[in-house]
């Protein structure tokens, strides 16, 4: 009767790993450039909590991106800093809507009170688009992210945003346009990762895998969590488990704390039938998320696996 159960516990995993991948980390991202627009690298950016103490830092790269991945749902301020100047943007921080800011440092002493005035207002039309996606009115957002560009064509996070708003309402040409225009005005690892994600959607997983891999290698040196876990999934999809393993194994070493990433790394292993590996792959899953969506079935899993 044992032997029974591990094997409806791998059929059982094959299947419900074809079915797609678990649900996305909390992520904070964004760029940080300077007045003429050039990225600002070294510049720290500091992400507080408006209801607790919690608060998380980081640092951007030689690109001015930086990326915070596990943060808990909630409003935050987001404050972008370098020598003395410094930009602070709220963000409403929910699993499975990654947040994407653009900061410029500027020294706004010298501006006119009708400059400020106007920067303000464009601030504020772009927070009330960023609201509407997060809230699943893409078609909104779709129409307040294209009258931005209207009017400030080089407006990189907007064509991006308006690539996720696209590809939300299931409108790949447009999003597939958008994310191209986004790289175009700045070659980003977040406008990669909207490709590939893109591409998976429609089962192009030569595509998929090319700008996932194109995506891995502009974060962070090519050490970027987020990434390297998206490309795994498009590995996964595709089939291609081996490779997936490798790409999850990859993120696990970029950061210990992605509780999914430890989870597809054991149903990699189950497939490709590497029983130790998937239990140890499982037990980093409760380790790092021992009360997660996937708790509950991951120990399922492991009372069913032979030691």
């Known amino acids: 009767m044992r032997t029974y159960l591990i094997r409806s516990a791998l059929a059982l995993a094959v299947v419900l790993?074809?079915?797609g991948p678990a649900a996305a980390q909390s992520i904070v991202r964004g760029t940080v450039f300077d007045a003429?627009?050039?990225p600002v690298e070294g510049a720290t950016v500091s992400i507080e909590s408006t209801a607790s103490n919690r608060r998380a830092e980081t640092k951007t790269n030689d690109k001015g991106e930086f990326m915070q991945i596990g943060l808990p749902s909630g409003a935050y301020n987001v404050k972008a800093s370098k020598d003395d100047l410094q930009q602070t943007k709220p963000a409403n921080v929910s699993q499975g809507r990654p947040v994407q800011l653009e900061f410029?440092?500027?020294?706004?002493?010298g501006l006119t009170p009708e400059q400020i005035k106007a920067q303000l207002e464009?601030?504020?039309l772009a927070q009330g688009a960023l609201d509407a996606l997060r809230a699943g009115r893409d078609a909104?957002?779709?129409k307040m992210f294209s009258d931005i560009l209207a009017t400030t064509p080089t407006c990189g996070d907007c064509q991006y945003n308006l690539g996720v708003a696209h590809s939300n309402l299931k409108q790949y040409d447009e999003a597939e346009a958008a994310f191209r225009k986004a790289i175009e005005i700045a070659p980003t690892g977040a406008a990669y990762t909207g490709l590939a994600n893109l591409y998976n959607a429609q089962q192009k997983f030569d595509l998929a895998a090319e700008a996932g891999a194109k995506a891995a290698s502009m974060g962070g040196g090519g050490n970027n969590a987020e990434a390297l876990y998206n490309q795994g999934v498009i590995l996964w999809n595709a089939g291609n488990f081996a490779?997936?393993?490798d790409q999850f194994q990859s993120a696990i070493a970029a950061d210990a704390s992605m509780a999914m990433a430890h989870y597809q790394l054991g149903m990699a292993n189950l497939n490709l039938g590497q029983i130790p590996e998937a239990r140890k792959a499982f037990e980093g899953y409760l380790a790092a998320e021992?009360?997660?969506p996937k708790a509950a079935e991951v120990k399922v899993f492991l009372e069913q696996l032979p030691q």
Do not use: K, Y
């Open 17 to 19: 790993a074809a079915s």
């Open 36 to 38: 003429g627009g050039n």
């Open 104 to 109: 410029q440092l500027t020294q706004t002493s």
């Open 122 to 124: 464009a601030q504020a």
């Open 140 to 142: 909104e957002a779709v």
């Open 243 to 245: 490779e997936a393993r």
């Open 290 to 292: 021992p009360n997660g």
